[in-house]
Nanobody
């Protein structure tokens, strides 16, 4: 079965960096686009970044463009989210996401808190 396990969250000061990882299993990782979402308290879950199966195409929410970088290692079945210049408004639970139509798969999430 599909399994997505996020890691790498934590508490960081404004301007700091974190690298999130999502280890995937239970499907052929190298043929699937992958996504990162986040959900802040009281807010809807929002798409942060997406990457194509081969890694050659990426997309970002306007709010993170130029600060976040999504990447993947198909040999390790892992997708990453490098987050730089973090702001308090980046505080949220970050989720790894896979869509194999019509099913949406989610990890358990990893908390990112940006605070001084």
């Amino acid at each position: 079965q599909v399994r997505l396990v996020e890691s790498g969250g934590g508490l960081v000061q404004p301007g700091g960096s974190l690298r999130l990882s999502c280890a995937a299993s239970g499907f052929v990782f190298s043929i699937r686009a992958m996504n990162w979402y986040r959900q802040a308290p009281g807010e809807q879950r929002e798409l942060v970044a997406t990457i194509s199966a081969g890694g050659g195409t990426t997309g970002y929410a306007e709010s993170v463009k130029g600060r976040f970088t999504i990447s993947r290692d198909n040999a390790k079945n892992t997708v990453y989210l490098q987050m730089n210049s973090l702001k308090p408004e980046d505080t949220a639970v970050y989720y790894c996401n896979l869509v194999i139509y019509p099913q949406n798969y989610w990890g358990q999430g990893t908390q990112v808190t940006v605070s001084s």
